[in-house]
């Protein structure tokens, strides 16, 4: 039996300082709240700083890249409305406005699917910082036209050759749940997944044309996080049908030694996630029933361990296996 509980070698991990700008943990294991951590810091929305912030469970915090994975369970509920196209079928058919690309055989083969799992083979750059144009989901926002910024990247590799991390790919997909719904992304993410759950409070930033930002602009609490970490866990919740979840958590490219990606989600041989710069976290792992939500302030570092630890050695260290 473990002798020291996740609240304890967290306490540890703070008073080591080895959890720099951890905003929030929370984590629930059969059901039960094993760990709920709330702490203070400066705190940005995109690149706008907020000043000091005391975290309560009522703060909304920018998820960044998990909001990919939420624009991931959006598309499969759309799908399962018939209102977005199949992952088979070729992307360009669905965005007839630039009907140059489509006539471009390198970029005809391109499908759905591609986007779903990161792999348009198009030439795309996250390694800049999110503050700089060089960042190619910076320039995607400065772009006069954002959708044919990314549709007209030059082809570098064969489509669903490699997963190439790209935030317009999520753009693309929240535009066709845009076109097949009527709606905007966020009103349907309200409607239709939000208030399933019981989220009653969110923010999803946009850029200066008013359009949400897709690939890293939402705001949610940590217990929302974790709301829908138990989706997830849950396969679905009734909510996001529980045929999507199974293909979204199917492996289908590799990332590294450890790591797959799925449908705009993160795979492992024992779990699921959802990644956002600075430390935020939805991780999910079935075999333990175990769901854990992080929020931190560790935007734009080179290196950002804070989830890292309070997952291996806070979470799954203090429980029983």
């Known amino acids: 039996m473990n002798s020291q509980t996740p609240p304890d070698l967290l306490v540890r991990a703070i008073e080591q300082g080895r959890v720099p700008d951890l905003h929030a943990a929370v984590a629930v294991r059969h059901g039960r709240v094993i760990l709920e951590h709330y702490g203070e810091g400066e705190d940005f929305r995109m690149n706008e700083s907020l000043g000091h912030v005391r975290f309560t469970p009522d703060t909304l915090h920018d998820v960044r890249s998990v909001t990919k994975s939420v624009v991931g369970l959006l598309y499969g509920i759309a799908l399962a409305d018939g209102q977005v196209p199949q992952p088979h079928e070729p992307l360009l058919r669905h965005f007839p406005e630039y009907p140059d690309l489509a006539e471009d055989p390198r970029r005809a083969v391109l499908t759905v699917e591609h986007a779903l799992t990161m792999t348009l083979g198009l030439e795309w750059d996250e390694s ?178 804070t989830a890292s630890v309070v997952l291996e050695e806070v979470v799954l260290a203090g429980i029983e296996p």
């Open 128 to 305: 800049a910082p999110y503050t700089s144009a060089a960042n190619s989901e910076i320039a995607m926002e400065l772009a006069p036209d954002r959708f044919r910024y990314i549709l007209e990247r030059p082809v570098v590799d064969e489509p669903g050759s490699r997963r190439s991390y790209c935030g317009g790919a999520s753009a693309l997909l929240a535009r066709l749940i845009e076109k097949g719904t009527g709606r905007a992304v966020e009103d349907y993410a309200r409607a239709r997944l939000f208030e399933p759950l019981g989220i009653t409070r969110f923010e999803w930033s946009t850029g200066e044309d008013g359009v949400a930002l897709a690939a890293s602009g939402l705001r949610l609490t940590p217990r929302d996080l974790l709301a829908i970490g138990r989706l997830v866990l849950d396969g679905g919740g009734g909510v996001v049908p529980s045929s999507w979840m199974e293909a979204a958590l199917r492996p289908r490219v590799r990332i590294d030694e450890g790591s797959h990606y799925g449908y705009h989600w993160y795979v492992g041989d024992t779990w699921a996630g959802g990644f956002g710069n600075g430390g935020q976290r939805i991780y999910v792992a079935p075999a333990l029933d175990l769901v854990v939500a992080v929020t931190a302030g560790q935007y734009n570092l080179p290196d950002q361990p």
